[in-house]
Every structure is written in C-alpha cells, then in structure tokens.
C-alpha cells in the first residue's frame, strides 16, 4: 500500500508524463502540416511523435497490466529519441549557445522523468 506523498508523486508524475507526450504529438503535427517545414524537421517531427504516442502507450500498458517489459521499453524509446536530439544539436555545433545546451538537459530530464512514471507505476 502507498503512502499518501508517494501516491501524490505517484500522479504527478503520471500527469507529467501524459503532458509531454501531447506536447510531442502537438509538436509532430504541428511540423509535419507547416510547408515551410525542411524534410530534416519533418523526419525529426515523427521521431518526436513516435516518442510521445508509444510513450503514452506503455503508461496505458503500466497501468492496465504492469509488465516488466514496460520499463525497459520506455527506456529504449527515451534514449533513443534523446539520441537523436544530441546528434542533431551537435550537427548544428552548438550553434544556439545557451539554448543548444540547454534543450537537452531539459528534454533528458523530462525523459528521466517519464521513464521514473512507468517504473513507478508498475512497481505500485
């Protein structure tokens, strides 16, 4: 049985993770219907998309069952979308200073965080 603060951790983390996986898929729309949008941005669009919809399909699978696959698969998904993002922000070399370090960490923190959601989900 969960403590009260850990039931309210519990949730927000949930909630979090449900939030960054619409702003994802909102994201990925958003792109893939700009015709300005380059074909790089288009592709790292999907990448951003896929992220968010399996995201939120293994917080469903978590909840509903509490695989033991859930974990690992959310953390496959996370690093390799983390992955991508470093290399296309060491492509462009930093080139955005502050902001060019700065997304990553903050993406890897969000990621960190989603991945922390599904663990503590199956393990409740």
């Known amino acids: 049985i969960m403590k009260k603060p850990e039931t309210g951790l519990l ?6 993770s449900v939030l960054t996986s619409f702003l994802c898929v909102f994201y990925a729309v958003s792109v893939t219907l700009n015709d ?3 074909d790089w941005q288009k592709t790292f669009a999907y990448v951003v998309g896929g992220y968010g919809l399996m995201n939120v399909y293994i917080l ?3 909840w509903n069952a509490r695989p033991s696959w859930a974990p690992k698969a959310d953390l496959l998904i996370g690093g390799c979308f983390f992955a991508i993002l470093v290399f296309d922000t060491l492509n462009d070399g930093f080139s955005r200073g502050l902001a060019g370090t700065a997304v990553p960490a903050f993406v890897g923190l ?3 965080i989603n991945w922390n ?3 503590k989900v199956c393990e409740r």
């Open 36 to 38: 300005i949008a380059s």
């Open 11 to 16: 949730y927000g983390h949930i909630a979090f």
């Open 117 to 119: 959601a599904v663990k």
């Open 110 to 112: 969000a990621l960190w």
């Open 60 to 62: 469903s699978a978590a």
